[in-house]
């Protein structure tokens, strides 16, 4: 192994160190702090945390999973409520008040998108230059008084503007948040809870019609406002505490200075933790950021598997399981639950194959399973004519690609680890050119007029599906190759400029931890560790 090996060259080289009569390091007091640190001890299976993690490390770990994980799925959980609210809002009397009686509602979607598309890498470069702790709590602040100014509105073009400047502010969201995630979180950590921070925006699309009836029941014309319009006031009833949580919990950065709720020690085992996986801190942010960006691999291949994957997800989906349901003539009820079905097996499937992915730490396993239940899915809806148990098994197991957001996402935490500022700006990018594409797609194969049938959206859902798949070994091709030559510039006491901006830096980083992390034998099932 090149960690053996490197740890024996280093070993031998303080030895001569101190036969020559050199003082070498002092390497007591940094074997005690790294002893903290979990290392591979065991391959039994764990759901939250791995065999031979110590209790400080542990109860640390816990601490972060009640300030960050919460903070992100909560206000994640409010903006996919708000993202389908718009739609409940429509069918519950915006179409009637305003007057809505063509293509409004695309064009208030449309315009979300293109705001939301615009702002995530511009959001994305503010969060490597100003503190998440108070940049997140101000765009949840903006956030919600935008979209309360709906409820205000009197007509399309008001809605239009406002929609735009929400989906502006809402990019900070989704690329932030994960970005923040893979800031703490160790690679044997980040799947899991990529996972759960996806799955509370999955919960927000199951549980906003039943909220959207339970408004309309009880509130609707209380105080002379109708209930699509308390709608939004409530979602900014429910954002509002967002702010000030995430003034109190979100924590400093972390090479800055401690947060409150965790100690200076605490705080050096976090950065120990991320110098174990090669994380490192914010660095340069100049000219050389684009160089980096777009002339390494990770931009080009991974959001280009990240648009693959978006195509995959315009259909079948919810929207098109229910347009069939109704065409069959299911009840008005029917056809809005059973398609939460679709969304319990995304949860689900994400929280299984998050665990499963920490545990073996890879996620090759998972991307090939949620591939080949996307060609399954797609072939029956192709086929159609195969009865409706068949098809509502296509529509229910199509509901697995949500589950390879968090995984791609994680993918990309773990190969950019070397370069902050480069993790962040792929992020944002991987979204909003995922989205852009999936929205152009959708408006050429899935368009409503082709409804229930979609005849083309089902085809070019299928043929996405075999391209998705075959982008894998594409993926693992490249990730591999970064890894050999990572070992290989390890064994010479170096760190390759593809995962790390600052040679000499990464060189004297890994001397002080005497460890090195292999991504094959993750990609192979070896569990990650450290070897102290």
Known sequence: ??????????????????????????????????????????????????????????????????????????????????????????????????????????????????GYIVGQIPSQILLTKISPRWYLPAAEFFWAFFVLFIYKCQNAQQIYAIRFCVGFIEAASWPGLHFMIGTWYRNHEINKRSGIFTASGIAATMFSGYIQAGIYQTIDGHLGIRGWRWLFIIDFLITCPMVIIGLIIIPNPLHEKSTWWMTEKERQMCIKRLEADNRKPLGRFDRSLFKRVLGRWHFWILVTWFTLMYFVYQAPTTSTMALWLKAEKYSVPDANNYPTVYSAISIIFMLITGTYNDWRGSQVESVVLICMTQIVSESLLVAWNLGKPAIFFAFYIAGTIQSLFPVIVSWTHRVCSGDAEERAIVIGALNSIGLAQGTWWNQVFVPTVEAPRFYRGYRAGLAASLALSAWLPVVMWFTRRQERQEKEQIIRGQVIGGSGHDAEEGRTSIEKRGVATSLTEQDKGTKPGIEI
């Open 1 to 114: 192994m090149a960690t053996g090996l490197f740890r024996k060259m280093l070993g031998q080289s303080r030895q001569n160190e101190s036969s020559e009569g050199v003082e070498a390091p002092a390497t007591a007091e940094l074997a005690n702090e790294d002893a903290l640190i979990s290392s591979k001890t065991s391959d039994k299976f764990y759901f939250w945390t791995r065999p031979g993690t110590s209790k400080e490390e542990k109860k640390l770990v816990q601490k972060l999973d009640l300030a960050i994980l919460t903070f992100c799925c909560l206000t994640f959980f409010t903006k996919d409520l708000d993202r389908n609210n718009i739609n409940n809002a429509y069918i519950s009397g915006m179409k009637e008040d305003l007057g809505l009686y063509g293509n409004e509602l695309n064009w208030m979607t449309t315009w979300f998108q293109i």
